[in-house]
């Protein structure tokens, strides 16, 4: 069954349907969501919180963009309130501290790799959301550029303008992070 049949079942209600969809999808969410949250714990929430708003807004799935497409519109949208809501109370982690440890081990990166991917990704949460959005679905889910467009729902040109932006200010932060870095490139 392709992706628009699952969605037509999953509004009449069968739960085969949105098992198939969840099983084609999961992972996918849950990388994007890892990307964003960072911590293993706040990626299951979102990917729940993701697919609860599948089942209950598919009959809202109009066609014009792909089920994929729709479900990595929802997977950002999610994703970046669920920070927006996250950060608004971190205040009361600077006046009452709980160890919370950074949880993070993106299952697309190289072993030899994490602790640059690390640094990489604390340097996103730096970028203004809609270029951290085209960088996670260009850079690290690997989606073609033209499908970023219509995930975000922007124009070819705009993702590649958001991209380069990224790019630069990424650059900017790894400088200031690792100066040391830049001098062992050269």
């Known amino acids: 069954m392709d992706g628009k049949q699952l969605i037509r079942e999953i509004v ?3 739960e085969n349907a949105f098992e198939m969809l969840y099983n084609r999808f999961s992972t996918k969410v849950y990388n994007t969501a890892l990307s964003y949250a960072k911590n293993i714990g706040d990626a299951e929430e979102i990917t729940q919180d993701v697919f609860v708003k599948i089942y209950k807004g598919a009959g809202s799935f109009k ?3 792909s089920v994929e497409a729709w479900v990595y519109r929802i997977t950002v949208n999610t994703s970046l309130n669920y920070l927006k809501k996250r950060n608004r109370f971190s205040f ?3 006046a009452f501290p709980i160890s919370q440890s950074v949880d993070f081990n993106h299952p697309g990166v190289l072993l030899e790799r994490k602790e640059q991917a690390a640094m990489l990704f604390s340097v996103m949460d730096g970028l203004a959301d809609r270029q951290k959005t085209a960088f996670i679905l260009s850079y690290i889910e690997s989606l073609p550029r033209q499908e970023v467009a219509d995930i975000m729902e922007i124009s070819l040109k705009a993702v590649e303008s958001l991209l380069q932006r990224a790019k630069h ?5 790894l400088e200031k992070t690792s100066p040391d870095q830049r001098k062992s490139q050269n």
Request: net charge positive; charged share 35%.
């Open 12 to 14: 009449k209600g069968n």
């Open 63 to 65: 066609g014009s963009a």
């Open 92 to 94: 009361f982690k600077k």
């Open 169 to 173: 200010n990424l650059r900017l932060k």
